[in-house]
């Protein structure tokens, strides 16, 4: 089983300050996924990372895949309410990191 | 979207009853997935498939069953549910195993 740990469990910034969550592992990936996840729906992906020291850019969000394919983060740049959400992090051997609680106050 | 329903939404049942979950798609993908989600655990899987007939269990499949009869339809059963079994289930399909993963709304379950 590959086993992904996500910090902060719990994130809660000022509107327009930035932000990073990270996704680690002791396993190998070949594939990495983020997803975010609002209250009362499932996941949705944000992204997917296959290089080593990938880096991939979504609006204000940037997604990088560490060298080694064990870790990623999540860059949130001047972060907006509506970036609420769950962030979730996923293996291609369907297992899910925890996930990071992140909430933007107005 | 894709076209994935689950039913039902929402169920309280009692301790020791049995309890089936649908998921309906209609993208025709041939991959099916259920997982459970609860605070501090995050999404873990209980069954996958990988075709008509063919399932296969995942992290959490103890006290769980399934069925696929249909592409389109997967059928989770509690065949005896207990309290441990309140959580939220989440039906996923993927077009690839690994692929991109498209969740239903989700079917909370309380058993009392």
């Known amino acids: 089983t590959q086993l992904l740990e996500q910090s902060p469990q719990f994130l809660s910034i000022q509107e327009g300050e930035n932000l990073t969550v990270y996704c680690n592992s002791s396993?190998?990936?070949?594939?990495l996924q983020w997803y975010r996840q609002e209250p009362g729906e499932g996941p949705v992906l944000l992204v997917t990372v296959v290089t080593g020291g990938e880096v991939k850019k979504l609006k204000r969000l940037t997604f990088q895949f560490g060298d080694a394919r064990k870790d990623s983060s999540l860059h949130i740049t001047a972060a907006q309410p509506g970036d609420t959400g769950l962030y979730l992090c996923?293996?291609?051997?369907?297992?899910f990191g925890t996930g990071t609680r992140l909430t933007i106050i107005p | 979207d894709a076209g994935i329903t689950q039913s039902p939404r929402h169920k309280v049942t009692e301790t020791g009853t049995p309890v089936t979950l649908r998921c309906h798609q209609t993208?025709?993908?041939?991959?099916m997935y259920w997982y459970r989600q609860d605070p501090g655990h995050g999404l873990r899987l209980i069954h996958y498939?990988?075709?008509?007939?063919?399932?296969d269990k995942g992290e959490v499949s103890d006290g769980y069953s399934v069925s696929r009869s249909k592409t389109e339809d997967f059928l989770l059963t509690l065949e005896s549910a207990t309290s441990s079994q309140t959580s939220v289930y989440f039906c996923?399909?993927?077009?690839?195993?690994?692929?991109?993963?498209?969740f239903g709304e989700g079917s909370r379950l309380t058993v009392l």
């Open positions: 996923a293996g291609e051997k369907l297992t």
């Open positions: 498939s990988y075709g008509v007939k063919d399932t």
């Open positions: 996923a399909i993927s077009a690839t195993l690994g692929g991109e993963l498209f």
């Open positions: 396993s190998v990936f070949s594939s």
């Open positions: 993208e025709n993908h041939r991959y």
